[in-house]
């Protein structure tokens, strides 16, 4: 009976390897066990990729199973992915995966089929097979952390584009001619509204107005999005205030979205929303005034309830979506 | 043999009536005959409607046809259109069209299939079955006239979203709290690229310095984009200013729908465009700085070759993409 699932999330520090198990009645997954490996930035794919072989035997092997009884192979990396030759076009944390074809290598090597997908992608899947995305046509998977990115479903498919780039959302542009992003371009959506976009609203305002009570201990180059998270808790002014600037920002982006596509609900993850305060009622206000009433009305705007592990569910689902 | 059809462009000023013929062996269609009627801002819809039966009734007699040799009919009415029951959600150009049954009254009479979609939707279908969008999966057509729309064909198949209202690009935020649009927003993409912005765009340079030789003999009330690029094609500096600016905010767009979409094609099409000059340039050369290069090389910009008759050809196409 082959169902058994390997779902393997590669980021640019970690590489999580989650071993699943096919609940045919819910048509869902249980997660059973879980093993995570540094992907030290700039070791040799082929590196990793021995390393990924002898942890998913160790996990195989712990719960007395065999190869014959996987049904898949799911892998999430962040990236422009050709997810039918299974390699990484461009990825700025992997770069030396590029053009790899640790596909191939990984499917050889167990006798499984092996699937890839850039990992916001994975997560959209995620949340179609196990999250807030079940039986949705049309919606959108939207993570806010260090940078944004987002996963598209529209008309129940994944939209992958032309060249494997679809959902770059954070750099749709949000204020022409503004501040630079880390991509080169400017006034892109991350470079206002990320982690790290919070954190150089403040280290912007501290080196124009000085430091506050809360920003007095702290270097300036060390402010970081969840510590400007900290000081808005506490009532620093100033973090509230980048805090809310940073949420218009993002609700300016998600509103052209809205206009564009019309989704039915759009699913935000990542760690700038884990703390809703000063973000998510300005955020909601800023979408109300820039969206088409009609789309507005349609679209629920909700947190993803999968957490810190959409990754890993993105992962199982990747195997799930080729299944169905 | 059922193998005509008619096609019908509901739009603000016209209501355009088109008869086809099927072409089997080269999955196309012949333009045979149209006709023009007012569509009269405020008549009452059933008036009209009584009106468009009358003209196929004569269009088909004129060509000795009978309804039982029409494999459908096709409506592109602008407007959030439910395309399920037929009916119009939304339209600020036929305000008492909304919620009218027209299909059914349409399809009861002739007793044929009525198929009703928005007027860029329908667009975008034209260019799938008859122009630039043939054998693309994932391709956009953009109308930049008046006002800006768009019909987006994506994973080979139309997106109407949740509500209908999907390919609002016109009203995508470009500038934040920009110039105010029509639709009561600010900073919409087409209070800044379509022609209405561009003769705005004069206005305001006039109103601010004055005239120059060109615009000496016009009302600054009159100016209309049509005229803005007359009076570029002749040199006038305020003219080749104001058509560039445009065409950068238009370029800004068109990338935040590459980096988000990244399609393989964007077919333009609409008046603003007829004259490449001071526009085309600019345009591309914005989207090249601002779009992720591995989406804008895999996106190939593009002047429609359906050109005017693109409403005949979509009103056509809607009937084929429901017959395939």
Redesign the interface.
């Known amino acids: 009976m082959k169902k058994w699932l390997i779902g393997i999330d590669i980021g640019g520090t970690y590489i999580r390897i989650c071993l699943g198990k096919l609940i045919q009645k819910k048509h869902g997954v249980r997660h059973v066990d879980r093993k995570i490996l540094s992907s030290r930035k700039g070791q040799e794919p082929r590196r990793s990729i021995n390393e990924i072989k002898v942890s998913v035997n160790q996990l195989l092997k712990a719960h007395q199973l065999h190869t014959k009884m996987l049904c898949g192979i799911g892998i999430a990396v962040a990236g422009?992915i050709d997810s039918e030759k299974g390699i990484i076009?461009?990825s700025p944390n992997l770069k030396k995966w590029e053009g790899f074809g640790f596909q191939k290598s990984l499917s050889r090597f167990f006798q499984v089929p092996v699937y890839v997908e850039n990992d916001a992608n994975a997560s959209a899947l995620g949340e179609k097979h196990f999250g807030l995305g079940r039986k949705k046509?049309?919606f959108l998977y939207v993570t806010v952390s260090t940078g944004i990115g987002?996963g598209?479903v529209?008309?129940g498919?994944l939209?992958?584009?032309?060249?494997?780039?679809?959902?770059?959302?954070g750099?749709?542009?949000?204020?022409?001619n503004g501040y630079s992003c880390k991509?080169g371009?400017n006034g892109c959506l991350e470079a206002y509204a990320s982690g790290t976009a919070i954190g150089n609203l403040v280290k912007r305002v501290l080196r124009k107005e000085g430091r506050s009570r809360f920003w007095k201990k702290f270097q300036r180059a060390e402010v970081t999005g969840k510590m400007v998270t900290q000081a808005s808790l506490k009532g620093d002014r100033i973090a509230i205030k980048a805090r809310k600037e940073a949420a218009?920002?993002l609700g300016?982006g998600l509103?052209?979205?809205i206009?564009?596509?019309?989704?039915?609900r759009i699913i935000l993850g990542g760690g700038v929303l884990e703390v809703p305060q000063h973000f998510w009622g300005p955020m909601i206000n800023r979408i109300r005034?820039?969206?088409?009433p009609?789309?507005f009305?349609?679209?629920q705007i909700l947190r993803s309830k999968l957490g810190k592990h959409v990754g890993d569910w993105g992962s199982f689902a990747i195997i799930l979506e080729r299944l169905s």
């Open positions: 422009a076009l461009k046509k049309n987002a598209l529209i008309n498919a939209v992958r584009g032309k060249a494997g780039t679809a959902g770059e959302m750099h749709m542009t949000v204020q022409p991509c371009k218009e920002y300016i509103s052209s979205v206009n564009l596509l019309n989704p039915e005034k820039e969206s088409w009609t789309a009305k349609s679209c």
